[in-house]
């Protein structure tokens, strides 16, 4: 079993930048798959990035650039650096985790999710 627990949300203005943190439980979470996604009220969710075990990251073609997926298995931590950030960001944004994932499926732990707001 693996808990997941995201931080780093917030308000911020358009073009700032947040860092957020995704910190799990669990002593064998290097070998997970770990992506971020993110869901905006009245839309589908979406897929912003993922990272392996190796540290090998993808992005969907939408988010690279200004996204940046990262992971400190010495603190069972992933990150997602934002910049440039826009007011279509805005979204609660969740952490997943698991063995086997693909690009956006196969995450067995999720997170309780975190609130970015991006005002103009």
């Known amino acids: 079993q693996v808990q997941l627990v995201e931080s780093g949300g917030g308000l911020v203005q358009v073009g700032g930048s947040l860092r957020l943190s995704c910190v799990a439980s669990g002593d064998t979470f290097s070998t997970y798959v770990v992506a971020w996604f993110r869901q905006a009220p009245g839309k589908q969710r979406e897929w912003v990035a993922r990272i392996n075990s190796r540290g090998a990251t993808t992005y969907p073609d939408s988010m690279k650039g200004r996204f940046t997926i990262s992971r400190d298995n010495n603190k069972n931590t992933v990150y997602l650096q934002m910049n440039s950030l826009k007011p279509e960001d805005t979204a609660v944004y969740f952490c997943?985790?698991?063995?086997?994932?693909?690009?956006?499926?196969?995450?067995?732990?999720w997170g309780q999710g975190t609130q970015v707001t991006v005002s103009s």
């Open positions: 997943a985790a698991g063995v086997r994932a693909g690009w956006t499926s196969g995450y067995d732990y």
